[in-house]
């Protein structure tokens, strides 16, 4: 089995600092390698929404809404994915959930697998 597995999660006031964590593990025996993690987050009542992602050659993007702000990055030798979140504004309250496309050779082709997801919520 393949999980992943993410903290960081946290209440705080608008225009603090959070930073969100994921790692991939995998049970003994499974090899995998990932192509390409991300972020996503989920508002009460609105639709998941892509926050960043990062491909396996560094390659980010952001959503407009977090650009200059947000900061994903990736630990490749210990399969985790950070995202570091400054100047947190009310809006960012939501659900953020980490994202990973994976390989599991034999297996063709890639997979999606999805962690729990920590909770971030900013007041006023």
């Known amino acids: 089995q393949v999980r992943l597995v993410e903290s960081g999660g946290g209440c705080l006031q608008a225009g603090g600092s959070l930073r969100l964590s994921c790692a991939a593990s995998?049970?003994?025996?499974?090899?995998?390698?990932?192509?390409?993690m991300a972020w996503y987050r989920q508002a009460p009542g609105k639709q998941r929404e892509l926050v960043a992602s990062?491909?396996?050659?560094?390659?980010?993007t952001y959503a407009d809404s977090v650009k200059g702000r947000f900061t994903i990055s990736r630990d490749s030798a210990k399969n985790t994915v950070l995202l570091q979140m400054h100047h947190l504004k009310p809006e960012a309250t939501a659900v953020y959930s980490c994202?990973?496309?994976?390989?599991?050779?034999?297996?063709?082709?890639?997979?999606?697998?999805w962690g729990q997801g920590p909770q971030v919520t900013v007041s006023s």
């Open positions: 994202h990973s496309q994976m390989r599991l050779p034999p297996i063709p082709g890639t997979r999606d697998y």
């Open positions: 990062i491909s396996r050659g560094d390659t980010t």
């Open positions: 995998a049970a003994s025996g499974i090899e995998f390698s990932i192509s390409a």
